[in-house]
Nanobody
Framework: QVQLVESGGGLVQPGGSLRLSCAASGNIFRIYDMGWYRQYPGKQRELVAGVTRDGKTNYKDSVKGRFAISRDNAKNMTYLQMNSLKPEDTAVYYC???????????????WGQGTQVTVSS
């Protein structure tokens, strides 16, 4: 089994910054895509940012230039640096990974437990 543990959420004023972290552990052979999603109440999760194993990134248009995703393959971690935060960034943020495990066939997908980000004055 694989566990994803997120940290770094919280309350921040508009214009402020937060850095989310996600640590993956367990039966991991190789992690492929890693990403951050967010979910508003009553809405489906939406992709905020993604990063491939070789470092290619993609972002939701509304966060381009403000958010930056990165990863550390040696530590099985991904990070989301969020700057110039706006009230509309308030949501629960989830880490998501695609990986292969030892003695497991095929790619598996896992979600973190979610971390609340609140942007308010």
């Amino acid at each position: 089994q694989v566990q994803l543990v997120e940290s770094g959420g919280g309350l921040v004023q508009p214009g402020g910054s937060l850095r989310l972290s996600c640590a993956a552990s367990g039966n991991i052979f190789r992690i492929y895509d890693m990403g951050w999603y967010r979910q508003y109440p009553g809405k489906q999760r939406e992709l905020v940012a993604g990063v491939t194993r070789d470092g290619k990134t993609n972002y939701k248009d509304s966060v381009k230039g403000r958010f930056a995703i990165s990863r550390d393959n040696a530590k099985n971690m991904t990070y989301l640096q969020m700057n110039s935060l706006k009230p509309e960034d308030t949501a629960v943020y989830y880490c998501h990974v695609a990986l292969t495990g030892y003695r497991v066939v095929g790619i598996q997908y896992f979600w973190g437990q979610g971390t609340q980000v609140t942007v308010s004055s």
